[in-house]
C-alpha cells in the first residue's frame, strides 16, 4: 500500500515534519523494529557478559577489543557510500513508477477513432482495451509477487474476464520458447488493421496513432520487465550491506562503557550509561536509510510504501471500458457557459 | 504565493545575496521562528536548572551527560543526508512545477484548426478549451488544499462558470468507482470527432493533433496526482528528520557552558556565553536546509514559496477563451515592416 | 557578455587551468574584490584594535572569543551545501540556455513551406518569422533587465521595425488582464491557417508542422519566463548565505594571531603573520564558489557570464530574414560534385 | 549472466539485505578474493619479516614507516572521488541497457503494415525484421567478446541463418573503407520503399514509419557502438585506481600491530589482533566499490553482471519471426467479454 | 584521437583496473608528468635550501611555517568542489558527444524517399547528403581546432570536394553579418522542396521527414556551437584552480620533514623521508582529477582523449555517399532464409 503524506506538511509550518514521526504505516519504525530489537539483546548480553561474567583480565581483554572496535566505527564512510547509492535505487524506483503502464492514452483514441455504435464496433472496442490491460497484467504478472499470488494462472486470469475462452485457447496454441506475454501488443494491432480495413477506422493516420500508442504502453512493459530482470548489481547492494552491518558490529562492543579507566583514557567513555541513546540514535540513521534502499529496490512488492499495483489494475479496467464503451459517443450537449459575451 | 527575487541579484555583485538575507517573506526566519523559539526556550531552561537548580553533584553529573552529547554532535553526518535528501526533493518539485498543464497548446490548436465563426462554432471552441480547463482544476481539487479550499465541490465549479449545468448533470450520471475526474479529457476527444464529421476540423491529422494535445495534457494531470499520491518514501523523509532533530536535542545539553573545569577538560569550553551564538547559526543552517524540503516537498500547498494555483488556473480561463474565441481570425492586416528591403 | 574561453584550454597540457587565473574579465578577481577588501579591511580593523587598543584582560577575554571562533569554522559543514547547491543553480542554468527561443526552424520551414514569390508571399514570410521574434522579445522584456532597458515600451519595438504601426494598435486593443505577450503566437497560427486557406501552404501537414514548431516556440518562451517566476526557493539561498558569511564572520576573529600562549595552548597559533594568507585563499574559495552560483542564477542580466541577449535578438531578426525571405527559393545550381564516379 | 535478485527482497524485511550477503554468483567474494588473497598474503609476508626477521634497530625503523602509512590511510579521500565515479559508470551502464535495440516494435509494425499473406509477402515480412536482428548482431559483434566468440565471422552468421547466401555475396561486393555493419538498416528501407511501389505497404505513412523505427533501431546500434567507442576518459580510471590501490599498499604497513610502544604512542595500537579484521572489512569496501564499477563498465562481457547478449539475440530473432511472420493476420476470434453489459 | 579500453576490462577480474595503469596513451602520465616534474623539483628545492641553507634561527621560522602550511592543507575541501567540477565538465563531455551530428538518418531518407536514377536525381541526393556534410564542417571549423587547422578556409573545403565552386560563389555571395554557416541547411530544404514539386519526393510527409531531420541537424550543430559558446563559468573553473594549486603550494612547504623536534611536536614527522611517497600520489590523485576535467571540457581538441573529428568527418561524407548514391536502390535479392517454415 502507498503510503501518502504529503497534504499533511503541505504547509512548512512548526511541528511539520516532526509530526510524520508518530506514524506507524510505512515507517522507520515498522521497517525496522526487528533490527533494532536484535541489535539491543546483542548489545545487552555482550554488555551483561563483559561486567558480570568475565575476570578482570578478561575484561581489559575485552576492552581493547571495544577500544579497537571504537575506532573503526570512526573510519567507515557509510555516509557515503549510502548517500550515492539511496540515489541510484530512489532513481530506478521512480523510473519504475513512471514506466507502469497506464491505458487510458488508449482508451481515449480507440473511443475517438474506432466507430460503429453497433455490437462489432463495441466488441472491438472493448477487445482494444483489454488487449493493452491483458499485456500489463502478463507484464506483472511475473515481475510483481502481489499480481503472481492473484493471478497464478492464465485460468485466474479467465476467471476474472480479462481473458476470454478463445483467447485462452489461441494463447495456449502459440508455440514460443520465448513465452508469450507480449501477444496481445499483436493481437491490438491486428485487430486495428482490420478496423482499418472494416472502414471502422476512417483514416491510416489513426490506425498508425493507435499502434504507435500500443508500441508505447508495450515499450513501458518491456522496461518493467527490464528493471525486474537487471537488478542494481549485485556487488553494490553487498558492499553498502557489509558497510552498515559491519558498522553496528563494531558497535556492540564499542559503544560498551568501560570500567577500567586506564585503558580506556583519552577516549569517550565518559558517562556510564545503561540505555546507548545515541547509538540506537545512529541505528535509526543508517539501518533506517538502508531500509529506505531496501524499500524502494522492489516497488512492485507487499510493502507499505510499495505502488499498489492491485487497485492500479481494476482501475485500469473499470477506466479503459467506462471510456471505450461506456462513454463512446457521449457527451454533453453544448450550450453556452456563463462568461458567453 | 511564488517568492520570486531573481531580478534583484540579476548582476553578481558586491552584496548580492547577502541582501536576500533581510527580506521576510518566504524567508528562512519566517519559516523556523517558531522552532527557534522553542529550541532557545528549552536551551535556557536547561541552562536555569542547570545553574541554579542542582547541587554540585547533579551538576556534574549534568555535565558529564553533557559531554556525551556533545560527541554524538560530531559524529551524526547530517549534511550528507540532508544533501541527498534535498537534492531528490528540489527533483521532484521542478518535476511537479513542469507538469502544471497549461492550455495554451490547446488554445492556440483550437482556434487554428476548427473553424466556424458561427455560434455553433463557437461554442464547441469554447467548449474545447474549457474542458482542458476543467480537467486540470478536477486534478487539483484533489491534489492541492488550495484549489479544495476554493471549489470544495462540483457546485462551486458550476457556480465559477467552469462547467455549465448540463455538464454537471452528465457527469453527476456517469456511474465510475474510480471517479470522474478525467471525464472532461474524454469529452473533449468526443467533441473533437464531432467536430470532425461536421466538417469544422478540415482534416484527420488535425483531429488527431488535438487529441495528441489533450493526451499529453491530461498525461501531465495525471503526474500531478501521481506526485501527490506516491510521496517521498515516508522513511526516508523520517530518517532525516531523526538526524536533525536528535543532533539539536544533544545540543541542548552538549552546547552548555560547563562550570567545573575538571570535567570539561581537553573539550571546548572556552568561553561562558549566554547567547549560543554559533549553535543558533548551525540552528539556522541545518533546520533551514530541512525547511527547504519541507516547503517543497508539497509546493501546490500554502507556503510562501509554494506555486501560485489561484493564479494560475484564473489564467488559464481568461487566456484560453482569449485565444479560443475572442481572437479567432483577429490579426494585424499584414504591412510592410520596416526592414522591407 | 560571454566569457568563452574553452578553446584556450583545448589541450591538457601544462600550465592549462592556471593559465586561466591570469585573466580579468568575469573572473573570480572582478566578482569578489569587493568582499575581499571588505573582509580584509575589517580583519586588520579587529587586530589593530585587539593589539593595541585593548588592556591585557580585555585581550584575552578577544583571545577566548577567538577560540570560540576558531571551532565553529571547524564545524560548518559549508562544502557540502554548497556543493549541492551549486549544482541545483548551475542545472537551472543549463536549462534556461536551453530554453532560448531561436526562430531557425520556424524560418527553414516558413521558407519551405511557404511558397509565392509575389509580395504577398513576401509579406506572410516576413510577418511569420517576425512572429516569433516578437515573441521572444516581449518575453525577454519581462524577464531580462538587459533586453527591458533596450525596450522599454512598444514604442521602442516599433521604432526598432520589429512591430509594424497596425499590430501595435492590435495589440493595444486586446483586453486581456493576463497580458498580452504571448499573442503573436495567435497571429503567427491564425497566418498560418490562413496562409493555408489561400493555398500557399500546400498541405495540412505542413500547417501543422508550422503550428508544432510554433507551440515548441512558445513553449520555451514560457519556460523562460518560469524561471524567472519561479526562484530557486529563497531559504535555500539564504541558508547557503547564512552558512558562508557566518564561516567569514568567525573567521575575523577566530583567524587573529594569539598573543598570550596560554590561552592558545593546544591550537593552530604558530605563526604569528601578517598576511592571512591562508584564509584569503579559504575565501577566495568559499566566496568564488558562491559566486558562481550568484552569477549563474540570474543568467540574463549584466554580468560578464550572462548570454548576450541582446546580440542574440539582433541575430534572430538578421538570420530570420535572411532564412525566411532573403534567401528564399535561392540556392546554388546542381553539379557535379568532385566524387562523382 | 544477470544476476536477478530483486524478487528476493520484495519486501522489506528483516534479515532482507544481509541475506543476500551469502550468495555466490555475481558476489564481491567471487569478485574479489583473488585481491584479497593477495592482500592477505603480502600483509602477513610483512607482518613476518617484521617480527622475526629484523632486529631491533630496523624494527623502530619499519614502525616509523608504519606510522607514516598510517596518517596516509586517513587523508586519503578515496570514499568522494570513488561516488563519483561509480555513478558516472553506473550512468553509462543503465544508458548501454537501454540502448541495446529490440525489434518488437519493428516486428509489430512491419506485421500490421506490409500486407500479403502470399509468399512474397512473407518473405518481405521475414526479411525486413531480419535486417533489423542483422543489424544488431553486426554491432555487437565489435562491442561485445561474447558475441565475437559465438560468430567470429560472417559465415557464422550464414550458418546461424541470420543471413542469406544472397546477402553475404551483395555485402561482400561492397567496396567501404568504413566497414558494412549499418548496410542492413540500408536494406531495410530500400525493401520497405519496394513493399510501398507495390502496394504492400498502403500508405506513405506506413513507410515512413517504418522508416522512423528503422532509423531510431540504427541509433541505438549507433550508441553501443558509441559507448564501445568513447570509454570513460583513461585519467579518471587511473586516479581512482590509483587512490584504492595506494590506500591498501599503505595499509600493508600501517595496520600492523607495533610492537614497540614507545614508538606507537598516541596511535591506535590497542589490540595485538592476527586478523585485520576491520582492515579486511574496508578493503572488501573500497576495493569492493570499485569492483562495482569494473563490472558495469562493460556491460556486454562475460561478468556474472553482464547482460545476456546470447540470450537476447536468440530471443529478438524468435520473437520478430513469430510476430512478423508465424503471427500475422492469426489472432482470436472477438467473443463478449465477462463483463459485456 | 580517443582511447578505447573498454574490452580489456570487460571482465572484472585480478588485475582489471591496475592493469590500465601501465597505459602511455591517454594516461594520467603523460597529461601530468610536467606537473609532477616542477613540483618535486620545487619541493627539492626548498629542502635543500632549508636544510643546508638556513641557519638554525631560520630554519625555525620556516617550520612554523611548514606546520601552518600543515595544517591548512587539512582544512581545504577539495574533493568535494573536485567532485562536483568534474561531474559537470564530464556531463557536458556526454551531452557534445551526443550532439555530433551524423548524417546517417539524412541519408538513409535521402536515399528511400528521393527517388530517380537519372543523373538529376543522382545530382539531387549527392546534394542534400553534401549539404548536411558541408553544415557539421561549417561548425566544426568554427569549435574546434583540429578542423579548422585541416581546413583553414573555405576553399580548403572545395578542394577537397565538399564544396563546389558554384555554391562556394554563391555562399560568398551572401551579405550576412552573422556570417553563413547555416546557410547549407537551407539549401537543404529549398532542394528538398523543388524535389518534391518534380514529383521525386512522393509525398508531401516524406518532404516534412527530410525537413525535420535537417532541422534536428541543424539544432545538433547549433548545440555544438552552443558548447563552445558558453563555456563551464569561468569563475568555477578559477575556484577549483585556486583550490588544488594552493593545496600544493602548502604542499611544498607542509611536507617537508622538520629537523627540530621541539617545534614539530604532535604534528606527524615521524619519518624523514627523501622521496615525499605518499604527497606523490596524492598529487597524482588531485592533480589527475584535475587533469579529468582539463581534457574533458573542450573534447573537439587534439587531446589524447577528445573524439576524432578528423576520422568522423571522412567516415560521414563516404557513408553518406555510400548509402545516398552508390546503394541507391540495390539490395539483396529476396531468398528463403533458414528458418523458413
Given at each position: 500500500?502507498?503510503?501518502?503524506?504529503?497534504?499533511?506538511?503541505?504547509?512548512?509550518?512548526?511541528?511539520?515534519?516532526?509530526?510524520?514521526?508518530?506514524r506507524w504505516k510505512g515507517?522507520?519504525?515498522?521497517?525496522?523494529?526487528?533490527?533494532?530489537?536484535?541489535?539491543?539483546?546483542?548489545?545487552?548480553?555482550?554488555?551483561?557478559?563483559?561486567?558480570?561474567?568475565?575476570?578482570?583480565?578478561?575484561?581489559?581483554?575485552?576492552?581493547?577489543?571495544?577500544?579497537?572496535?571504537?575506532?573503526?566505527?570512526?573510519?567507515?564512510?557509510?555516509?557515503?557510500?549510502?548517500?550515492?547509492?539511496?540515489?541510484?535505487?530512489?532513481?530506478?524506483?521512480?523510473?519504475?513508477?513512471?514506466?507502469?503502464?497506464?491505458?487510458?492514452?488508449?482508451?481515449?483514441?480507440?473511443?475517438?477513432?474506432?466507430?460503429?455504435?453497433?455490437?462489432?464496433?463495441?466488441?472491438?472496442?472493448?477487445?482494444?482495451?483489454?488487449?493493452?490491460?491483458?499485456?500489463?497484467?502478463f507484464t506483472f504478472q511475473?515481475?510483481?509477487?502481489?499480481?503472481?499470488?492473484?493471478?497464478?494462472?492464465?485460468?485466474?486470469?479467465?476467471?476474472?474476464?480479462?481473458?476470454?475462452?478463445?483467447?485462452?485457447?489461441?494463447?495456449?496454441?502459440?508455440?514460443?520458447?520465448?513465452?508469450?506475454?507480449?501477444?496481445?501488443?499483436?493481437?491490438?494491432?491486428?485487430?486495428?488493421?482490420?478496423?482499418?480495413?472494416?472502414?471502422?477506422?476512417?483514416?491510416?493516420?489513426?490506425?498508425?496513432?493507435?499502434?504507435?500508442?500500443?508500441?508505447?504502453?508495450?515499450?513501458?512493459?518491456?522496461?518493467?520487465?527490464?528493471?525486474?530482470?537487471?537488478?542494481?548489481?549485485?556487488?553494490?547492494?553487498?558492499?553498502?550491506?557489509?558497510?552498515?552491518?559491519?558498522?553496528?558490529?563494531?558497535?556492540?562492543?564499542?559503544?560498551?562503557?568501560?570500567?577500567?579507566?586506564?585503558?580506556?583514557?583519552?577516549?569517550?567513555?565518559?558517562?556510564?550509561?545503561?540505555?546507548?541513546?545515541?547509538?540506537?540514535?545512529?541505528?535509526?540513521?543508517?539501518?533506517?536509510?538502508?531500509?529506505?534502499?531496501?524499500?524502494?529496490?522492489?516497488?512492485?512488492?507487499?510493502?507499505?510504501?510499495?505502488?499498489?499495483?492491485n487497485w492500479i489494475i481494476?482501475?485500469?479496467?473499470?477506466?479503459?471500458?467506462?471510456?471505450?464503451?461506456?462513454?463512446?459517443?457521449?457527451?454533453?450537449?453544448?450550450?453556452?457557459?456563463?462568461?458567453?459575451?
Amino acid at each position: 500500500m502507498t503510503v501518502t503524506y504529503t497534504l499533511e506538511v503541505s504547509r512548512a509550518r512548526f511541528w511539520g515534519f516532526p509530526k510524520l514521526l508518530i506514524r506507524w504505516k510505512g515507517s522507520i519504525y515498522r521497517l525496522m523494529y526487528l533490527e533494532m530489537t536484535s541489535f539491543l539483546a546483542l548489545f545487552y548480553l555482550i554488555m551483561t557478559i563483559y561486567r558480570w561474567g568475565l575476570s578482570e583480565e578478561y575484561q581489559k581483554q575485552l576492552e581493547k577489543v571495544a577500544l579497537y572496535c571504537r575506532e573503526f566505527t570512526l573510519t567507515i564512510p557509510i555516509t557515503f557510500v549510502m548517500g550515492f547509492y539511496v540515489t541510484f535505487v530512489a532513481g530506478r524506483w521512480w523510473q519504475q513508477y513512471m514506466n507502469i503502464p497506464w491505458p487510458d492514452r488508449i482508451a481515449l483514441q480507440v473511443s475517438a477513432y474506432v466507430s460503429g455504435a453497433d455490437e462489432r464496433g463495441r466488441l472491438m472496442r472493448r477487445a482494444l482495451v483489454r488487449y493493452a490491460n491483458l499485456l500489463a497484467i502478463f507484464t506483472f504478472q511475473s515481475t510483481s509477487t502481489v499480481i503472481k499470488r492473484r493471478f497464478p494462472t492464465i485460468d485466474h486470469l479467465l476467471e476474472a474476464g480479462l481473458l476470454t475462452e478463445e483467447e485462452k485457447r489461441t494463447i495456449e496454441n502459440i508455440h514460443s520458447p520465448q513465452g508469450t506475454w507480449f501477444v496481445p501488443a499483436h493481437w491490438f494491432c491486428q485487430l486495428a488493421t482490420i478496423a482499418r480495413k472494416e472502414g471502422r477506422i476512417h483514416d491510416d493516420l489513426h490506425l498508425k496513432s493507435l499502434i504507435d500508442e500500443m508500441c508505447n504502453f508495450r515499450g513501458q512493459c518491456g522496461m518493467i520487465w527490464s528493471y525486474d530482470w537487471i537488478s542494481v548489481p549485485l556487488v553494490y547492494t553487498q558492499v553498502v550491506t557489509i558497510a552498515v552491518y559491519s558498522f553496528f558490529m563494531a558497535c556492540l562492543f564499542g559503544r560498551q562503557y568501560l570500567l577500567h579507566a586506564d585503558v580506556a583514557k583519552g577516549t569517550d567513555n565518559i558517562l556510564d550509561y545503561y540505555v546507548p541513546i545515541f547509538t540506537v540514535f545512529q541505528f535509526c540513521f543508517y539501518v533506517g536509510w538502508l531500509k529506505v534502499a531496501e524499500s524502494m529496490i522492489c516497488p512492485f512488492g507487499e510493502d507499505d510504501d510499495d505502488f499498489e499495483l492491485n487497485w492500479i489494475i481494476d482501475r485500469n479496467v473499470q477506466v479503459s471500458y467506462l471510456l471505450a464503451d461506456t462513454l463512446h459517443l457521449k457527451h454533453p450537449r453544448l450550450t453556452r457557459d456563463l462568461f458567453w459575451d
